[in-house]
Antibody
């Protein structure tokens, strides 16, 4: 079955960097776009970024553009989110999700918590 | 950029009652690329509806979606105890993608 498992979250100081990973299984990873969505504590869902199936195209929310980079390694069935210049408002649970052939998100991981605090 | 506004913020209902949730877009959602997700505390979102009105695999038929253009509705015909949760609409027709702020369905 389709599984997405995020890792790499933790506590980080403002201004520092952190890289999240999302390991996939149960489907043909290299044929699907992948996305990151985050949720601040007690708040709603916020779309963060998407990477195309081949890694050639990326799109970002304005709130993270220039600070976050989404990438993927199709040989490892893994998508990454490199986060730099982190701010307290980046504190959230970060989910990775698969975008299917009809463009909606059909499978989600369980999320990894990032806390930006001094 | 499309902004989605959900109403009401909170819906207080009893099991067995009908729930009607609204999602309004600031611009027309292309090709009805509008989905609904359910989220319970501590869990990832769960896909309910895609393409504005198509139920996802395994979703009970008490959940239905309708609407087009800028106005969309999620209806739960008869609330079961497990339906009390937060519901989000999501447009995936254009980048940047967007979510509504959510509607909490709570037990009255």
């Amino acid at each position: 079955q389709v599984q997405l498992v995020e890792s790499g979250g933790g506590v980080v100081q403002p201004g520092r960097s952190l890289r999240l990973s999302c390991s996939a299984s149960g489907f043909s990873f290299s044929t699907y776009p992948l996305q990151w969505v985050r949720q601040a504590p007690g708040k709603g869902l916020e779309w963060v970024a998407v990477v195309s199936y081949d890694g050639r195209n990326e799109y970002y929310a304005d709130s993270v553009k220039g600070r976050f980079t989404i990438s993927r390694d199709n040989s490892r069935d893994t998508v990454y989110l490199q986060m730099s210049s982190l701010r307290p408002e980046d504190t959230a649970v970060y989910y990775c999700a698969r975008e299917n052939d009809f463009y909606f998100l059909d499978y989600w991981g369980q999320g990894t918590l990032v806390t930006v605090s001094s | 950029e499309i902004v989605l506004t959900q109403s009401p913020g909170t819906l207080s209902l009893s099991p067995g009652e009908r729930a009607t949730l609204s999602c309004r877009a600031s611009q027309s959602v292309s090709s009805n690329h509008l989905a609904w997700y359910q989220q319970k505390a501590g869990q990832a979102p769960r896909l309910l509806i895609h393409g504005a009105s198509s139920r996802a695999t395994g979703i009970p038929d008490r959940f239905s979606g309708s609407g087009s253009g800028t106005d969309f509705t999620l209806t739960i015909s008869r609330l079961e105890p497990e339906d009390f949760a937060v519901y989000y609409c999501h447009q995936y027709g254009r980048s940047p993608r967007a979510f509504g702020q959510g509607t909490k369905v709570e037990i009255k």
